[in-house]
């Protein structure tokens, strides 16, 4: 039995394929997961995770922090995740993770939804994988880790380096900095934090080795 899995960008997916599971890129959008997640379903997928990176609104995540949550909040409902899943990649982390259809940048507004809807933290992707799973009958769960933490605001710069296939675009990221270097130190402290993150998943994909299929564990 495969398990699905949807990712924003290509060096996410590039961690995930080391999982005995199928990889998809949605380019960081809720329509691409959306798309990404219906593509696995077809193939015959049978579960659906959303893995990646997601900004904190818990003030207490710092970067790198790792993501299980128990639920998806996205359009108007929580969406629980699958016991099974859960278990296997050992357990929920937090309660509770917004998904969002548009980028989350600023601190402010972190600090809003984090008051608002006491959501630890806050993806693009996990509540379009979260319905797809459900219009297919599908268990789903998220596995993340943190990048941005609530305290930081997002550099405009990185908002427009990506393409629709999750990869970084050099030469835009270089344009957009060089017009704005006031930006610099906020792009070095992002990357920093985008290591610790994707190292955070990296250790975690190799803990659950191949053991993330569905039915070995159940």
């Known amino acids: 039995m495969t398990l699905g899995v949807v990712v924003g960008l290509a060096a996410e997916a590039r961690i995930a394929r080391t999982l005995r599971a199928v990889v998809t890129v949605g380019g960081g959008t809720p329509n691409g ?124 710069a990185a908002l427009s380096a990506l393409n629709a296939a999750g990869k970084v675009r050099p030469w835009r990221f270089i344009a957009v900095a060089l017009g704005h270097p006031g930006q610099l130190g906020a792009l070095l402290a992002l990357a920093s934090d985008a290591r610790s993150a994707r190292r955070t998943l990296a250790e975690r994909v190799r803990a659950l080795g191949p053991s993330l299929v569905l039915g070995e564990n159940g």
């Open 33 to 156: 997961a959306e798309l990404a997640a219906e593509s696995l379903a077809a193939g015959g997928a049978s579960g659906l995770l959303s893995f990646g990176l997601a900004g904190g609104l818990d003030p207490a995540l710092k970067p790198g922090d790792l993501l299980v949550p128990r639920a998806v909040r996205a359009f108007g409902q929580n969406w629980p995740a699958d016991p099974g899943l859960l278990a296997v990649l050992g357990g929920p982390t937090i309660e509770l993770l917004l998904s969002e259809g548009t980028i989350v940048a600023s601190a402010a507004a972190k600090h809003r939804l984090w008051q608002a809807t006491a959501a630890a933290a806050v993806d693009l992707e996990s509540g379009a994988v979260a319905e797809a799973a459900s219009r297919h009958d599908l268990p789903f769960a998220v596995l993340r880790a943190v990048c941005d933490p609530a305290s930081r605001s997002l550099p405009a």
